[in-house]
T-cell receptor, first 114, second 111 residues
Framework: NAGVTQTPKFQVLKTGQSMTLQCAQDMNHNSMYWYRQDPGMGLRLIYYSASEGTTDKGEVPNGYNVSRLNKREFSLRLESAAPSQTSVYFC?????????????FGEGSWLTVV | AQSVTQLDSHVSVSEGTPVLLRCNYSSSYSPSLFWYVQHPNKGLQLLLKYTSAATLVKGINGFEAEFKKSETSFHLTKPSAHMSDAAEYFCVVRVAGKSTFGDGTTLTVKP
């Protein structure tokens, strides 16, 4: 059971480059999330998708876009990367009916913008 | 509105001694509360959760947490620390689909 799978694991970008982080879950969850984790700051929500076809901004959406491609997949795009976007990114999923209130996380993507 | 405060950013214990990681929360509604553990370069793994059933919650790897409404606390404990417990621990409050994470507590276990 793979759970939540995100790629790539590590990426180095130059300022101004674009990239997409991919995420897929195999638990049939309705809700999916993208978080960023910075030292000493816990996790902050970038965007979320409560169900297929919907997306909403979280706490720190500036500089990011998302696409809920289907029920399984939720991608995060950086259109023009900035050093402030150097962080660890986590994709997650949940479903009130299937997982109660529990959120399940991927392994993380370490992004460095130079 | 909801918030969560992890009272210690770093905790250091010796192997075989008890672990206490403290978490206080605030919420206008009855919350669900979680503890997650994160080992280096890994994702967050669920340790345990409280969802309005028993106030003493048992989790994986010998961890427990007690929900105390009067104190708005959800402290994580383990009777005897193991070297493999060294990690970052996050307390999370979740209300109406919104999750708020604490800043994390780094647990160091000394041999």
């Amino acid at each position: 059971n793979a759970g939540v799978t995100q790629t790539p694991k590590f990426q180095v970008l130059k300022t101004g480059q674009s990239m997409t982080l991919q995420c897929a879950q195999d638990m049939n969850h309705n809700s999916m999330y993208w978080y960023r984790q910075d030292p000493g700051m816990g996790l902050r929500l970038i965007y979320y998708s409560a169900s297929e076809g919907t997306t909403d901004k979280g706490e720190v959406p500036n500089g990011y876009n998302v696409s809920r491609l289907n029920k399984r997949e939720f991608s995060l795009r950086l259109e023009s990367a900035a050093p402030s976007q150097t962080s660890v990114y986590f994709c997650a999923s949940s479903d009130v009916r299937l997982s109660g209130n529990t959120i399940y996380f991927g392994e993380g993507s370490w992004l460095t913008v130079v | 509105a909801q918030s969560v405060t992890q009272l210690d950013s770093h905790v250091s214990v010796s192997e075989g001694t008890p672990v206490l990681l403290r978490c206080n929360y605030s919420s206008s509604y009855s919350p669900s509360l979680f503890w997650y553990v994160q080992h280096p370069n890994k994702g967050l793994q669920l340790l345990l959760k409280y969802t309005s059933a028993a106030t003493l919650v048992k989790g994986i790897n010998g961890f427990e947490a007690e929900f105390k409404k009067s104190e708005t606390s959800f402290h994580l404990t383990k009777p005897s620390a193991h070297m493999s417990d060294a990690a970052e621990y996050f307390c999370v409050v979740r209300v109406a689909g919104k999750s708020t994470f604490g800043d994390g507590t780094t647990l160091t276990v000394k041999p």
